[in-house]
T-cell receptor, first 113, second 114 residues
Framework: DTAVSQTPKYLVTQMGNDKSIKCEQN?????MYWYKQDSKKFLKIMFS???????INETVPNRFSPKSPDKAHLNLHINSLELGDSAVYFC????????????FGQGTRLTVV | AQSVSQHNHHVILSEAASLELGCNYS??????LFWYVQYPGQHLQLLLK??????LVKGIKGFEAEFIKSKFSFNLRKPSVQWSDTAEYFC????????????FGSGTRLLVRP
C-alpha cells in the first residue's frame, strides 16, 4: 500500500493550459505539503495544510491553487501554465509537530512546452 | 529566517571509502534536524532525524549524524560507502514544536564508483 500517492506521475502540457495534480495519504496524518523540486534538485516548500486549513503559502503565484477536500487529500491546481513551472512536484504528509517525519509521494514531473 | 547550507554539491567516492557530508543551519531556537535520501528517479526517504537527546543519531543503512549545537551543524557520516549509496542527500530543518515548514538544503549528489 502506497502511503502518499500522487497522480499523474508524468504530465506534459502546453503553455497556457490548466492542470491538476492529485495527492492522497493513508497514514492518518493531519498535515500535508506541496514541494517544488527544480532542475538543480533544489526543494522548496510551496504550501502546507493542517486539517484542511492553509497554514503556509510561500509566496507562490496565485496561478497555483491548492485544495484540501479532507485531511487525507491535498490537490494542486495550476492555471495558465508557464515554461518556468516545469519541475517535479512532491506531495508530503506528516503528523503535527516539528519532530515528525514527513513522508513523500513519488513526485509528478511536469513539463510545460 | 531559517536556512540550511550543504557545502558539498557533488561528491565522488570509491566503494569502501568513508563519507562525511556537511550541513549547517541558521536558526537560534530549538530545531529538529533531518537527513533525507533520494535515489535516482525515486521519492525522498528519511535516513535519520534528531530532535532531542543524544546528539549522535543512527539511521538506516549504516548512516549516522552528529548534532553540534555550538557549530549549528548536523553532518552525515558513513564509515564505508557502497555503490548502492549513489543518490542525492538532503539536509532539512524545521523549528520548534509545531513547525509546518521543513526547510531543505540544496542537496549533495553522491556518486560511488564500484
Amino acid at each position: 500500500d502506497t502511503a502518499v500517492s500522487q497522480t499523474p506521475k508524468y504530465l506534459v502540457t502546453q503553455m497556457g493550459n490548466d492542470k491538476s495534480i492529485k495527492c492522497e495519504q493513508n497514514l492518518g496524518h493531519d498535515t500535508m505539503y506541496w514541494y517544488k523540486q527544480d532542475s538543480k534538485k533544489f526543494l522548496k516548500i510551496m504550501f502546507s495544510y493542517n486539517n484542511k486549513e492553509l497554514i503556509i503559502n510561500e509566496t507562490v503565484p496565485n496561478r497555483f491553487s491548492p485544495k484540501s477536500p479532507d485531511k487525507a487529500h491535498l490537490n494542486l491546481h495550476i492555471n495558465s501554465l508557464e515554461l518556468g513551472d516545469s519541475a517535479v512536484y512532491f506531495c508530503a504528509s506528516s503528523h503535527v509537530g516539528g519532530n515528525s517525519e514527513a513522508f513523500f509521494g513519488q513526485g509528478t514531473r511536469l513539463t510545460v512546452v | 529566517a531559517q536556512s540550511v547550507s550543504q557545502h558539498n554539491h557533488h561528491v565522488i567516492l570509491s566503494e569502501a571509502a568513508s563519507l562525511e557530508l556537511g550541513c549547517n543551519y541558521s536558526y537560534g531556537g530549538t530545531v529538529n534536524l533531518f537527513w533525507y535520501v533520494q535515489y535516482p528517479g525515486q521519492h525522498l526517504q528519511l535516513l535519520l532525524k534528531y530532535f532531542s537527546g543524544d546528539p549522535l543519531v543512527k539511521g538506516i543503512k549504516g548512516f549516522e549524524a552528529e548534532f553540534i549545537k555550538s557549530k549549528f551543524s548536523f553532518n552525515l557520516r558513513k564509515p564505508s560507502v557502497q555503490w548502492s549509496d549513489t543518490a542525492e542527500y538532503f539536509c532539512a530543518v524545521n523549528a520548534g514544536d509545531s513547525s509546518y515548514k521543513l526547510i531543505f538544503g540544496s542537496g549533495t549528489r553522491l556518486l560511488v564508483r564500484p
